[in-house]
């Protein structure tokens, strides 16, 4: 059976993005492959969170992690620092990337761009640390969005390099996965980029959101004047809009919009509040579990315990490894 690994960093609620781009895979996904899903919260250390928020924000990944309908007992469910292997293959996969690759990373130049003042060691090398998360239990499929797409490709890079120095075929190739066989990108709600936790509380749906606050965000989402009949291609942000339709809504919701549009007769009125209700209808379900989780300590606590065994099995037996086919030997 293949081997499975995801995981999502630990820096506050779920959105609609991290929903249709990865964990909606994972919940697919238990049910056919060896799956480890985790709380990525070395990874999230990069901006420095105090304790509290840190600790905040694992327990709410893991809360919804369940409340999406991940399955303890059919995946590997853990926290990532409870792993420490995965800290000591980070360290050996350091040794096989090179810092103008890792300089080059699109998501590095990102960070630089929009954060100069906290440029760390830790963004350097995060993809070394995915690639580690990855190669600890010798995955083969990833479920990620479209933005961790270079992600992947540098974890097959490192794993290849390893390889080659010793003289094994010890790691395998692990590709990113979606069951739409297209890595996607959910957009956000201010017309422009993709929805993620840094762009603004308004700008995306949580899965977390009350039926208001959703038809709040929608309601006020970016839209144009309306079409005209020389303006047939939709512009970004009705086209955003559209794909959001795309992964909430009916396929006659979708077309129905699509024609008003194409003869020039969509309200946008209508539009958004048809959108904002299909994501009310399509995150109910997750919402209204979050809270009743959020309150048993004791099963998030048998959760993450049980996770931490099984994930710590399967890693040390491939660090026991590694570190024999790196000539660290008992004599
Ligand atoms: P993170 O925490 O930023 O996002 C978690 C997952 O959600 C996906 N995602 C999206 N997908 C589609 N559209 C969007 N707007 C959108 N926003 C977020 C991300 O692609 C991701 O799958 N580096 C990872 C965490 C990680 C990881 C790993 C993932 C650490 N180690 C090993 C896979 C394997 C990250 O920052 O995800």
Known sequence: METVVSGIRSTGKLHLGNYYGAVSNFVKMQNEYNCFFFIADYHSLTTHPTPQDLHGNIKQVLVEYL????????????????????????????????????ERSASFKDKIRSNPDNVNAGLLTYPVLMAADILIHQATKVPVGKDQEQHLE?????????????????????????????????????????M??????????????????????????????????????????????????KVVSSTDTLIHFDELYNKCQIRYGDFKKALAEDMIIATQPIREKIEDISKDSKLLRQVAKHGAIKARESASKTIKEVREIIGFKSF
């Open 67 to 102: 409340a999406a309908g991940l399955d303890p007992e059919k995946t590997t469910l853990y926290i990532q620092s409870d792993v420490p292997e995965i800290a000591e293959l980070y360290l050996y996969m350091n040794m096989n990337a090179y810092v103008g690759e890792l």
């Open 154 to 194: 540098m974890s097959r890079t490192f794993g290849n390099r390893f390889n080659h120095l010793y003289k094994t075929d010890y790691f395998k190739e692990p590709f990113a996965f979606n069951y739409a066989n297209e890595l996607i990108k959910i957009p956000g709600l201010d017309g422009k980029g993709k």
């Open 196 to 245: 993620g936790k840094s762009e603004g509380e308004m700008n995306a749906v949580y899965l977390s959101d009350s039926p208001e606050i959703i038809r709040k965000k929608v309601m006020r989402a970016v839209t144009d004047a309306g079409p005209t009949k020389d303006n047939q291609t939709k512009p970004q942000e009705i086209q955003n809009l559209f794909d959001l339709m």
